[in-house]
Nanobody, 124 residues
Framework: QVQLVESGGGLVQAGGSLRLSCAAS????????MGWFRQAPGKEREFVAT????????YYTDSVKGRFTISRDNAKNTVYLQMNNLKPEDTAVYYC?????????????????WGQGTQVTVSS
């Protein structure tokens, strides 16, 4: 059974940092693009960042550019999201997702597997 399990969320003050992890089990995703999405209360799930299978290509939504960094460790079957200079508007449940193939995507339909999410709350 394929599982993506996020961890690392929590409560942090504005300007602080968190690192989210997404550990995959049940199969390897070394040849799959991976992504992070988030969903704030009352809003739709939105794209945050994506990374290709090798880690050589990354893409971010404009609101997090320069503050968030996506990375991966294929030996550990794990993807990370380093979040710096957090703002209250970053508060959301953050979801890890795995694509079916190597192509990165900013759209939800580009991903076949999803984690259960981890809460990130940024206080002002």
């Amino acid at each position: 059974q394929v599982q993506l399990v996020e961890s690392g969320g929590g409560l942090v003050q504005a300007g602080g940092s968190l690192r989210l992890s997404c550990a995959a089990s049940g199969r390897t995703f070394n040849r799959n693009a991976m992504g992070w999405f988030r969903q704030a209360p009352g809003k739709e799930r939105e794209f945050v960042a994506t990374i290709n299978w090798s880690g050589s290509i990354t893409y971010y939504t404009d609101s997090v550019k320069g503050r968030f960094t996506i990375s991966r460790d294929n030996a550990k079957n794990t993807v990370y999201l380093q979040m710096n200079n957090l703002k209250p508007e970053d508060t959301a449940v953050y979801y890890c997702a795995a694509a079916m193939g190597v192509v990165t995507s900013t759209a939800r339909y580009g991903y076949a597997y999803w984690g259960q999410g981890t809460q990130v709350t940024v206080s002002s």
